[in-house]
Every structure is written in structure tokens, then in C-alpha cells.
């Protein structure tokens, strides 16, 4: 047992100190029970595995019998052959056995492919259905919970952690196989010589639990690695998403060290486990030929007179060890794959305890929408909004400003209904947000991000992304909203340009408006932009501008903003200043009134002023 597993559960010890087998017994059988959901959808495949397995273990067992009878008959020159099939005897001549020999090799010819069909399905099935239900716990999955991973574990698990266990699959096909193939032959031996049964049964059991230490150390390692890998996988993909900073300012010695510090973390562990993955079945294998040996001396001590039964419990006991060896490679490789089905039964368990509320109340359309003395932290007892209240009607421009860190995308998260306040209300048409429907959420809030992500497809894809329902006229309307359609007709392949995150088709001003477009397809109630025009050339931004003046008449319009040119469109402006609502008021009014808005108008008059002095 491990000590710190034994050091934090009391119960895990008996009053001598010793290991308590029951409570060990009982958090085996427990990790069991978890990890075997994984193989629910294969229990009709297991029931036929099985049925095939003991067939086939018949068969051979028959066969090797048969084998050892026939070449003892030609030993000593004989042209009949009498075989003992349990209790039965029978006797044929040599041609008729023959053909019964091929027969049965045949027939278990036949059953081995089946055998190893029969996992390949399991597994294959296991594998799709696995990345389903990963994708759909994290689709459904909470905000909170998405973004409080780091890049690249997600990844890992629909790649790696799925490959494992749908491989642990084959694995545990081939155990059973190997087991009941064992199980039948063995029963064959102990029909024609109870005591080499006995011996190799007994050296069996013994073998698999003197070889047990490793295997749990195996299993260590094995989760070692399978941590490893998640934070390997979280390195490859900062060096995808870094990539241009990388080539700007060059791979430096501190950069590549750090990279290869995460290969030789999971160096160390592959390397332990691959090799107690390998040397735990060739123990068992040499171990297992040398109690063979001695089973067959005591068989002709015993069994000396019967030349034929001594030769087909020879043959049985041959084949029998290497299935013994298959069922401790088979535990063996389940033992590695357990921590990676673990972290995967963890992952899917945390997406699914954790899903996106819903509420019972259908949303026809936005008409107001606001906050109501809305409290809010990311850490308990650390707010980071302090009693928020406001109120937007539809047809109102509404900018939100403030200092960075001031709460400003806490309160974008709060309208976009990705997190819920933990005191006061997120206030639409007068009732809770948390009451109405999300289906209904999702088709009257759009959003654009700060940075635009697009999709590897088409200009009609990027724009409708998965709403089958809107129409190709809808895409093209919404293109002509965002100013943008124009441009798509330049292209030579017009919406049909495959265009992605880094194709070098469209420029980051029309990847905005892309995106523009995107919010804007579905005709939505209430449009949501953070910093729409901040990394965006004079033309692009005066383009973004004129969509934006067109629009805010027809819906509810939320602006975050650091470029008070931006602002220049909103009927009202927040200034959040520190988690509070500093105040709410006309852009002239503010110039007036409140302190951050005049410094900030201030700062961008006189870099107006020396941005045209340049010129």
C-alpha cells in the first residue's frame, strides 16, 4: 500500500498496523465501479466474447488432445487412434482423425478472428462514444469551469486519455479471452491429470500475486505520466499560440530549456512504466516455464504408464501459460491505463456537476435590460463588483469605461450570462435572468470578443457557425450590416473564401467585422462588443463606426471601450472604476461631472492633437 495513501485514511490500517485487505479490497472495488462505466456500452459484446472464448477454449484443448493421441499412435505405429474425451472414449482410424484434427483446427481458426474482431468494436465504439460524451459534458459545462482550464488540457484529454482507455478496452477483451481460454484448458488438464491442474493453478495464483507490487508501482508511474502528459500537452500548445512572438523575438536558451524540461518530465515516467510494463509479463513468463517443468516432472512420476495423457497435458500446459502470461500483460496494461481513465472519469465528472443553468421562463424579445445592486467575486470574500445597478432600454448605445482590472469584462460575463452574480440580479424585462430559458439567452445576446476567433471554413460557415436554421440571405444581410459584404464579392472565391485564425486571406479588420457579422446574423436584441476598434486601422475603424451608428436604433447595444472615439455613438457611458458603479450619464454630462471620464477625454485630446501634428 502506498504510505500516503495509508498516512490520510485511517481506516485503511487494522489495529496491528498492518494493511486492512477489506479496505484495500474496497477502494479497489470502488475505482472499478468508476472506470467501468467506460465500458457499459460493451457489456453485450463482453457476454458474446466470453461464449466465444470458452468455445474456442474447447476446441483448442480438443485439438491439442487430439494432437498429442495422433503422434503417439504414429509413435508406435498404429492405424487407429483412441482418444479420451473426458469420460469418453473413442476410437477411430488415423484419416478419420485427421480430419477431425483440421476440422477443430479450423473451427478455432475461425474463433480467434472473432476474438480479436470482437474488442476492436468495443473499442473503436468506446472511443467515439467517449469523445461524444467528453465534448457534450464540456459544451454543457459551466463558464466558470472552461475558462479555469489551461489551454491544452481539454486536448489531452479527447486525445490521449480517450486513446488510453479505449485501448484499455482491447485490453480487458484480451483478458477475459486469456482467462477463459486458461479456465477451459486448465479444466482439460485436470480431466486427464488432476495433479499437473493443481500445481499449475496453484504456481498461477501465486505468480499473479507476488507480481502485484510492481504492478501498483506501475500504476504510480502510470499516473505520474499521465500528469505529465496534460502539462506537456498544455507546452506544445503555447508554442502553437506563441509562435509569432517566438520567431519576433527568437528562441532564446531559457525558452528551449523550458520546453525540454517538459519532455524529460515525461521521459521519466514513460520510462519507468514502459519498462514495468514489459518486464512484469517476462517474469511471469520465466517463472512460469520453470514451474512448467516442474509440473511435468510430478506428472510422470504419477502418470508414467500414460504416454499419450502425459503428452496432451504437456501441450495443454504450454498453451495455458501463455494465456496465464496474456492475463498478466492484460492487468498489467490496465493497471498502466488506470490513471488516465481516472483523470478522464474526473474531467467528465467536474463538466458534468457543474452545467450552464436554465431556467423555465421562455424570452420572446428584449425590451430592458439591466443590473440590480449586483455583487460579484471570482474568489470568495473578494468581490470584484460592489452592488452594480443600472438600466438600458432598447434603442440606447451604452458604453462601459474604466481603469484596467476596474470590472469592466466581469460585468460583460454577467450580461452574457457566463457567470451569475453571486448576490443581486441580472435584470431582463424585469424578471431574474437566471428564470428564463438559455435556448432563448443564446438567440437574443450576440457578442463580439476582443479578439476575433474564426473557424477553418468558409465565409458562409464563419458567419452562420452551426445555426443550420439561417439562410444564406441572412448571412449576406448581416455581412452588409458589418460592411463587409462588399469586400467578401471582391474575393475570387467570394463567400466560398476558406478563410481561418491565421489564413492570410482576410485582414484584422475584416476578421472583426466578420465577427460583426456573426453577432449579427441571427438579428439579435442585444449586441455586446468588447473593444471592437482597438487593434484596428483608421479606415477599418470608421467602417466598424458606421455599422454600429446604423445598428443601435434596432437593439440594445453594450460598447467596452478604452477609445473614446469608440464611445462616440452611445446615448450613455458607465465608468466603472474599482468593482463600482462610479457613474451613468451622457458623454457631455460626464465631461462635467466625474473625474476618470475627463482625464481620460483629456489624454485622447492631446494625442489627437500630437498624432496631427505629426502629419
Known sequence: MNASVADSDPSAQAPTGRPNLLSAFRRAWKAWRRISAFFRGSRNRLAVLSVVAVVAGLAEATLLALIATVATALSQGRSD?????????????????????????????????????????????????????????????????????????????????????????????????????????????????????????????????????????????????????????????????????AQVFGASTNYRESFYSRIEHVRLPMLRTRFLAGAVPALYQSVALLVMVLALVAVSLVDASKIAALGSVVLLLVRALSYGQQIQTAVTNIDEAAPFMNRLADAIERYTDNPQQDGPLPLPTIERMGMSDVRFSYVPGKDVLHGISFDVRRGEAVGIVGPSGAGKSSIVQLLLRLRDPDSGHVVINGSDARELQRSDWQRHVAYVPQTPQLIWGTVWDNIRFYRPDLTDDDIRTAARRAHIHSEIESWPQGYDTVVGQRASAVSGGQRQRLCLARALAAQPDVLILDEPTSALDVRSEELVQESLSRLKGDLILFLVAHRLSTLSICDRVMVVVDGRLEAIDRPSQLLTTNDFFRDVSEITRRQGAASHDGT
Not at 81 to 93: L, Y
Not at 142 to 152: F, Q, T, V, Y
Open 81 to 245: 487412434v483412441t482418444a479420451h474425451v473426458g469420460p469418453a472414449t473413442v476410437t477411430a482410424a488415423l484419416p478419420a482423425m485427421f480430419g477431425v484434427a483440421l476440422g477443430l483446427a479450423v473451427l478455432r481458426g475461425g474463433l480467434q478472428v472473432w476474438l480479436a474482431y470482437l474488442p476492436a468494436a468495443m473499442s473503436a465504439h468506446a472511443m467515439a462514444q467517449l469523445r461524444r460524451q467528453l465534448f457534450d459534458a464540456f459544451h454543457g459545462a459551466a463558464w466558470a469551469i472552461k475558462s479555469s482550464e489551461r489551454d491544452g488540457q481539454f486536448q489531452s484529454l479527447m486525445n490521449l486519455h480517450i486513446t488510453t482507455t479505449s485501448q484499455a478496452i482491447i485490453t480487458l477483451g484480451t483478458g477475459i479471452t486469456s482467462a477463459l481460454m486458461f479456465v477451459t484448458l486448465l479444466g482439460s488438464a485436470l480431466v486427464l491429470s488432476p495433479v499437473a491442474a493443481v500445481i499449475l493453478s496453484v504456481a498461477s495464483l501465486g505468480l499473479f500475486l507476488a507480481l502485484r507490487p510492481l504492478a501498483r508501482r506501475l500504476r504510480r508511474h502510470a499516473k505520474a505520466l499521465s500528469t505529465e502528459n496534460i502539462e506537456y500537452s498544455k507546452g506544445v500548445q503555447e508554442v502553437v499560440l506563441m509562435a509569432e512572438e
